[in-house]
Nanobody
């Protein structure tokens, strides 16, 4: 079992920054890949950024590349998402997910390929 707890959400104006954190506990040795997803009202859950712990290789959806940075603190077992130049379209409930069940990293943005999820943290960007 892996428990994930997100924090750091809030309300900011367009152009602002936020840093999200996802603290992992439990059987963390089983975590290979962790990914941030987001879901806006009426929309499907979208993979935003992913990191493979052993190699630190990262992946991003095109809409956030260059603005968001995913990173880890392995000692603290915490995943971060630094978000800059935020836009109103970034408004969503942000989740972290862990224990990827896919065969390769190519499916990293598929929410059906993750076993554990946090409860989410709200990010609201006003224009």
């Amino acid at each position: 079992q892996v428990r994930l707890v997100e924090s750091g959400g809030g309300s900011v104006q367009a152009g602002g920054s936020l840093r999200l954190a996802c603290a992992a506990s439990g059987s963390t040795d089983s975590i290979g890949r962790m990914t941030w997803f987001r879901q806006a009202p009426g929309k499907e859950r979208e993979g935003v950024a992913s990191l493979y712990y052993r190699t630190n290789i990262t992946r991003y959806v095109d809409s956030v590349r260059g603005r968001f940075t995913i990173s880890q603190d392995s000692a603290e077992k915490t995943l971060y998402l630094q978000m800059a130049s935020l836009k109103p379209q970034d408004t969503a409930l942000y989740y972290c997910a862990a224990v990827y069940t896919g065969n390769s990293g190519g499916g990293w943005s598929d929410p059906g390929k993750y076993r554990y999820w946090g409860q989410g943290t709200q990010v609201t960007v006003s224009s």
